[in-house]
Structure formats: structure tokens, C-alpha cells
């Protein structure tokens, strides 16, 4: 047979198969494998083992990372005059978080443009792959209306880019739910400022408790959230351990298993017993508490004046654990307790969640981001609010997976604080040596 009709013989095949992936790809909520780019790049004379990698490539590559394409790795055979296409992208992902905003757009205008989350106009800029905001958006400030229709309008616009806007609840969100604003007598988290955005007044209690703010934070928050930096784990909440049959129990299990990061608002604490499967555990507790909230009848008035109304009759053990000292709301400890000790601590629950590093806000840290741990433990509340006047900083987590020449990966995160006012700062740098993906 021609040399030429045996190409063809062997290539067609894997052609098909290739297109066929990349159609059923584009049709995914997810949008394109972006592995496959725009097109298939063959070389006009691709060896055997070259294109059976590539089509492996295509059938095992993560799905939801940008990825930035190498090029050919040209292998000649003096021979042959055979070529080979190195089938392995370089993928990435960029991650921005952000702490408490307390009713401020201003400041958080400013520190997402600054950390390119949006453009001038606060539209998504396109530039980070997903950015995490970890609660307390209401009280303190005037802007709760803006901040919460600005993150709705973020999260439609990411999504039309394969962009991700993952959003955490806060102790404020609850505490409003609950019908509860103030922090003891005569100190009221909600100005009265506040209230006269609201038309009429009034309406600001039906919107946090059975309103339009309370059907936000039902549907597109959650009280924790795990997010994988590699696709193999699977999307942002996937659980921890991954369940029998899963389709990222195989990858849940290898090399990569512990690659993501954990967000709560106050922190997961070491004697919280709802920590597995992470995040679900937690997540329904807190959706089944907010259902609770929002069909108790008659509605709690607020407190103050009147007197504190406490969580609905019925709710469960677990649920009131959740919304307790050490629940994920309010726990202190990684900021507050001795580093000494909290570093014993860290790497247990870091091994139950399946992550490598917790993201937290709730406790501010005035002098800036805080890493502890080697930046195992990151608390990224620093008072941008101004009812604070702590600096406007924004973590920034840069992930990369890049194929080794003659085989394996490089695996790479870097860490940092991103600052309005001042230079940025080196966090956490981590770099691996992968055999394998599996």
C-alpha cells in the first residue's frame, strides 16, 4: 500500500474521533474542551505514537481551564523525516478573593479593577478565571442594594465567558436572616442611612428574610465552597471525598487529590464534626437552616427593638452546631489562637476537606492579608470597608500544570496579595514534580 493511503488509512480514524469529542464538547455548558483551541493542529505527517497520544490527550485533558497551547516539539528521524506533536497543553487558572465588603462599593470597585476582575466600566474583564468573595457584603455601609445586584450582574457576565463567580455567605448575611441586627445594646450593624435605600423602609426586612435577597442567597451562595484548581477533581463543590462511582473519584484519589482550596467566611475549625463530604456536609445544613428561616411564620420584627428571636423552632442540632462558635460563621481560631498551635492542627482538616490551603475572612487583619502555616491558612478580611479603613487587598492564586519534556508535569502555585496602595506581596510558592495525573 502507497505510503501516502496508509497516512491516511491511519489518521482519518482519529481524525473523526477527535472532531467528534471536540462537537460534543462545544456543547456542553461548559463550552469548549479547551485543550482542542480553535482547530486541530496535525502536522502534515504525524507519526503513529504521536497521534494515539494526542487522541488520548483529547479523550483524559480537563475540561473548564484556559490553557495556553505549546509548540510543536519537532522530532526529526534522519530516516524517516517523521514528525511528533508534544499533545500536552499547558494549563492555568486564575483565582481572585475577596473579604468582607460591608456595604462599601466604592472600595470594592477599586479592588477589582486593581486585581483585573473587572474593567473600568465594573463589567467582568475576562482576565481571571473565577473570582471568590467570602461574605459579609451586607451591614456597616449604605451600599447593600448595589454590592448585591453588581455581584449578580458579575456572576451572568462570567458565565457568558466560562468565568466563575463562587459566592460565600457571612455571619452578617445569617444575622439578617435571622432578623438580627445589632452586635449588643445601642450599636446597630444596619445605618440608618442603609435603611433609606430601601423603598419603603420597611422593605428592607422582607428582603433579607423572604424577599429578593433571601432568594439570592438560597439560590447562588453557599455557606462553604471547595474549588479545585484542576478540572479532573471537577467543578467548583465537588465533594471531598469524592463518592463511589463518581466520575473524579479516580483523580480524587492520585497526585492531584488535594489540589484546591477551601472558603468559608469564619473557618473551619478543628472540632466541627461536618467537615466530610466537603463542602455538601456543610452546604446543606446551611440550606435546610435558611429554609427554616425563610418559612417560619409570623416573620420575626427586627431586633432591636424588639427581643431577639433566635433560630425557628424545629431546627435541628446540626443546623444550630453550623450557625455556633465553631461552626464555619464564626469560628476565630486559625486568626486568633497561637500559631504554634493552630499549625498542628492545620493539616488534619486540610486532609478531611481535600485541599490544600483555607481561605477565610471574618476576623480583620489591619496590617494586611495574613498567611500562617506556610500559607496553608489564609485570612484575606483586612477592613476595605470604611466603616474600617483597613487596606484594600485582594488574594490573588495563580495555577499551572505544564508538561515535562520526556514526560510527567510541573506543578505550580503562587500566592500573593494584591494592594491598592502599596506592593504587592509574596505569600506561598509550592512547586511539584508529577509522575502522573493519575
Known amino acids: ?78 530516516d524517516e523525516y517523521e514528525y511528533t506533536l508534544e499533545p500536552r497543553p499547558r494549563f492555568s487558572r486564575k483565582i481572585i478573593a475577596v473579604g468582607d465588603i460591608h456595604g462599601d462599593i466604592g472600595n470594592a470597585e477599586r479592588i477589582l479593577q486593581m486585581a483585573s476582575v473587572v474593567d473600568e466600566n465594573n463589567n467582568w474583564s475576562g482576565k481571571v478565571d473565577v473570582f471568590v468573595q467570602t461574605g459579609d457584603i451586607i451591614d456597616r455601609g449604605d451600599d447593600t442594594i448595589e454590592l448585591f445586584n453588581w455581584m449578580e450582574d458579575l456572576r451572568e457576565q462570567a458565565l457568558a465567558v466560562n468565568g466563575i463567580v463562587l459566592s460565600v455567605l457571612g455571619n452578617h448575611e445569617y444575622m439578617n436572616a435571622i432578623a438580627c441586627v445589632v452586635v449588643e445594646v445601642d450599636h446597630s450593624y444596619v445605618l440608618e442611612s442603609e435603611k433609606k435605600t430601601f423603598e419603603p423602609r420597611e422593605s428592607r426586612l422582607q428582603a433579607v428574610t423572604t424577599g429578593w435577597l433571601a432568594d439570592a442567597w438560597a439560590e447562588n451562595y453557599t455557606t462553604a465552597a471547595r474549588l479545585p484548581l484542576h478540572g479532573l477533581l471537577g467543578p467548583p463543590n465537588t465533594d471531598y471525598p469524592a463518592p463511589e462511582g463518581s466520575a473524579f473519584a479516580r483523580a480524587s484519589a492520585g497526585p492531584l487529590s488535594h489540589a484546591a482550596f477551601s472558603f468559608v467566611h469564619g473557618g473551619l475549625a478543628p472540632t466541627y464534626p461536618n467537615l466530610q463530604p466537603f463542602p455538601s456536609a456543610i452546604n446543606n445544613l446551611g440550606s435546610s437552616l435558611l429554609h427554616r428561616l425563610r418559612e417560619r411564620k409570623p416573620q420575626p420584627q427586627p431586633h432591636p427593638p424588639n427581643s431577639y428571636p433566635g433560630l425557628p423552632a424545629g431546627t435541628t442540632r446540626e443546623e444550630a452546631r453550623l450557625y455556633g462558635g465553631d461552626g464555619p460563621l464564626w469560628y476565630r481560631g486559625w486568626a486568633d489562637e497561637d500559631e504554634k498551635k493552630v499549625c498542628r492542627m492545620v493539616d488534619d482538616v486540610l486532609e478531611k476537606t481535600g485541599t490544600r490551603r483555607m481561605v477565610m475572612g471574618h476576623t480583620p487583619q489591619f496590617d494586611g492579608i495574613a498567611a500562617r502555616c506556610n500559607g496553608k491558612v489564609l485570612i484575606i478580611d483586612t477592613g476595605i470597608s470604611h466603616a474600617y479603613g483597613g487596606p484594600l487587598a485582594a488574594l490573588s492564586i495563580e495555577y499551572t500544570l505544564e508538561p515535562v519534556k520526556g514526560g510527567g508535569w510541573k506543578e505550580q502555585e503562587i500566592v500573593k496579595a494584591l494592594y491598592a496602595d502599596h506592593d504587592d506581596e509574596l505569600l506561598a510558592v509550592s512547586t511539584r514534580d508529577l509522575e502522573d495525573l493519575w
Not at 491511519?10 to 480553535?38: K, N, R
Open 1 to 78: 500500500m502507497p505510503r501516502g493511503t496508509t497516512l491516511a488509512f491511519i489518521a482519518l480514524p482519529l481524525l473523526a474521533l477527535s472532531l467528534a469529542y471536540y462537537a460534543q464538547s462545544s456543547s456542553s455548558l461548559l463550552g469548549p474542551a479547551p485543550h482542542l483551541g480553535t482547530g486541530l493542529q496535525l502536522s502534515l505527517a504525524l507519526s503513529l505514537s504521536g497521534l494515539i497520544g494526542y487522541a488520548q490527550a483529547a479523550l483524559q485533558a480537563p475540561f473548564g481551564f484556559k490553557t495556553v497551547q505549546q509548540p510543536a516539539q519537532a522530532v526529526v528521524d534522519n
